[in-house]
């Protein structure tokens, strides 16, 4: 079963590079839509090129839930309010009058949401490399998101990661199978504000630290 390749990988040449680089700094997380639809079979194309990412033993355990019954929606819609209010418990003083004013899921407007979820028992792969990491399979769904993220930039709609919602009432809404582990709930849109800076940031929430904090020599 050999798969022989004769072509050459292509350049990616310097003009390619900083293109890319663009791509990068303009891809956001997306809270504010613009109402319009996409076009039909974007979603679609999206997950053709998200299932291009890298996955423990090329198990492909992600799993695209895409949600267009307005109950279930809204269901996922009562579980963000719910626990982005006790979010904002746990904040105090200036922080909390800060985290009010974010906005931090665009469950109103946009038109396409879905969830993604982690196949834990997929025969997929054969059990390579997941056997002492099972989390394995969440890494390499969350290795589709971002490489949806990045192609979604690309078609000029923007995505919307929530995670301030309750994975177990996202999984009664949705009448997944026993298996599947949720990975994160997403909102697809047009952005109303295309922006190279991340909104936390705008907000003065967070900012950006230098690259070089996050590398470690032993
Ligand atoms: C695992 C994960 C969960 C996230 N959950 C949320 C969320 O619930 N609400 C939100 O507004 N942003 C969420 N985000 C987006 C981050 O806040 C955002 O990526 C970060 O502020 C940097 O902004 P940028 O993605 O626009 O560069 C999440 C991002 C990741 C990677």
Redesign the pocket.
Known sequence: MSDAHTHAPPDFDAAFRAKFRELLEW?????EFRIDPISDGMFERLVEIACLAPSVGLSQPWRFVLVDDPDRREAVRRS?EACNQEALQCQRGERAMLYAR????GLNQAPVQFAVYADQETEQGHLLGRRTMPETLMYSA?AA?QTM?LAAQIEGLGL??????NPEAVDAALLVPESWRFV?YFCLGYPAHP?D?????RAG??H?HDFSEFITRR
């Not at 919307?160 to 919602?165: C, E, H, N």
């Not at 800076?197 to 940031?201: S, T």
């Open positions: 891809r956001r997380d997306v809270r963000f974010l906005k931090l899921a969350v998101v993220w919307g990661w929530v995670s301030i919602i994160g922006d800076v991340p909104a936390l940031q929430w967070e950006r």
